[in-house]
């Protein structure tokens, strides 16, 4: 599986970004999608994910209410969309497949991610 992530870009706060991440090659063996984040000097934390199956949604607290995650089975795409966004959401954003079950953001449970999109708030 290939992930590829598009559409971050810079945005003031209070502004909007959806971010995409596509996947290729052998994917369904893939059960969950997650979103994650790295700021300089920060480690890489999970924000949200989503079971491909019904689109359950997972969220982190810290963007419960501000960020969505959806996808399009037909497309291998999984979305994210980000409202609302704060300085403190500026960081590299990166998209990853999870084999496995369970709902977690723990990073170490993804198995395959993207090269990352930025994101810069300010």
């Known amino acids: 599986v290939q992930l590829v992530e598009s559409g971050g870009g810079s945005v003031q706060a209070g502004g909007s970004l959806r971010l995409s991440c596509a996947a290729s090659g052998y994917t369904s063996s893939t059960n969950f999608m997650g979103w994650f984040r790295q700021a300089p000097g920060k480690e890489r934390e999970g924000v949200a994910s989503?079971?491909?199956?019904?689109?359950?949604?997972y969220y982190d607290d810290s963007v419960k209410g501000r960020f969505t995650v959806s996808r399009d089975n037909a497309k291998n795409t999984v979305y994210l969309q980000m409202i609302n966004l704060k300085p403190e959401d500026t960081a590299m954003y990166y998209c990853?497949?999870?084999?496995?079950?369970?709902?977690?953001?723990?990073?170490?449970?993804?198995?395959?991610w993207g090269q990352g999109t930025q994101v810069t708030v300010s």
């Open positions: 989503i079971f491909l199956r019904d689109g359950s949604p």
């Open positions: 990853a497949a999870r084999p496995g079950y369970g709902v977690t953001l723990l990073t170490n449970f993804f198995a395959i």
